[in-house]
């Protein structure tokens, strides 16, 4: 893989205009009755078509058989290694809300979720309860008192939460207290290297407080936090691929992702029919989109295969603003599976599309991941995106003499 040193040296400045479309958790896997995948089964004419012009493959997001979170996956997309660039999730949600994060805060992504009497996790995500009751119970766990540190607990969206410690050498060298499944009791913090014994003290005397202060707050009755992370410094896209890039994104952990490495973010609706608005309200502004639809990786999660297909259908009905457009390069993927017959991220590879006038168009008529294995981009690693989106919007410059 050709790395940013010798990216920035063939990087060209150009008014070309690329857009990534990127459904969250895109793959998923047949259901039984049908033999079908969720885009198997959804009606995506305008995506078909497109890919009937397009070169197509499968990318995978860090490496074959490795299930990626979020962060990284998105990061590959970007073309920064995520194995070189380890950021931690905690970082990206409280960017996300506009927090005015310092040099000396350690940053956790929280989960408000559900314990029974015997403190054991029923659901993770406490019935994704609304952003309303969310922000109220973050004001209840803002005034608990933590020895030696600040405490800011701010809402991001639905059960997520952030949490921000401010003090004097903290160390993010921590374990989370997520278990990543249900029917056990969430995990003790412990340290990870030398050093970060007083920060996982601090942080399990919050955990603790907070069980205690929502007890009675049912089914938001317990806090997961994963993801810890200080502030890191990232290559801005800017100054490795010359572009003026900008982000479409509802949700805040991956505004906070879009910032952290360089990107204007556009304030948007909820709406997947809002984000494409907003791109052409915007057009004109930047030669470089990422387009966030969440939903897809939402009702894969939550096991939903009929919602997953409906959401893959909205963003297919709003393409033709897209199209209309006529971006030099349109790249449509996910960043990650999540299937809904698994109900949770997985390592299958994501089906991908690459549209440029300049494409070899490979035979593919349809966009779905079995199609998709017989394009002619074949399987990638998905750091190698961008490169290839530079490339056919002529913004490269030749490799040597």
Known sequence: MIGFDHIKELALKTPSKIVLLVMDGLGGLPASESGRTELEMANTPNLDQLAAKSVCGLHDPISPGITPGSGPAHLALFGYDPLLFDIGRGILETLGIDFDLEEKDLAARGNFCTVDEKGLVVDRRAGRIPTEKSTELCQLLSKLNVDGVQLFVNPVKEHRFSVVFRGDGLSPELTESDPQQVGV???????????????????????????????ESYPANMVLLRGFSKHPNLPKMAEVYRLNPAAIA??????????????????????????F?????????????????????????????????????????????????????????????????????????????????????????????RACMNGSLGRLPAVELMPLAMAYALKLTKFGA
């Not at 969430?186 to 069980?211: C, H, M, W, Y």
């Not at 991956?254 to 809002?274: C, D, N, Q």
């Not at 387009?291 to 009702?299: F, I, L, W, Y």
Request: aromatic share 8%.
């Open 250 to 275: 509802t949700y805040p952990m991956y505004r906070g992702l879009a910032k952290l490495v360089g990107m204007k973010t556009l304030a948007t609706g909820e709406s997947i029919e809002a984000e």
């Open 277 to 369: 608005a907003t791109l052409c309200q915007h057009y004109e502004e930047h030669d470089f989109f990422f387009m966030h639809v969440k939903r897809t990786d939402s009702a894969g999660e939550d096991g939903n295969f009929e919602a997953k297909v409906s959401a893959i259908e909205e963003v297919d009905a709003n393409l033709p603003q897209l199209m209309t457009l006529a971006p030099d390069v349109i790249v449509v993927t996910g960043d990650h599976s999540t299937p809904a017959m698994l109900g949770a991220h997985s390592w299958h590879p994501v089906p991908l599309l690459l549209h440029s006038r300049w494409c070899r168009p490979d035979g593919v008529s349809q966009f779905s991941e």
């Open 185 to 215: 009791a969430p995990k003790a913090i412990s340290t990870l290297s030398p050093g970060a014994e007083r920060t996982a003290r601090l942080v399990n005397q919050f955990v603790d407080e907070a069980k205690a202060a929502l007890a």
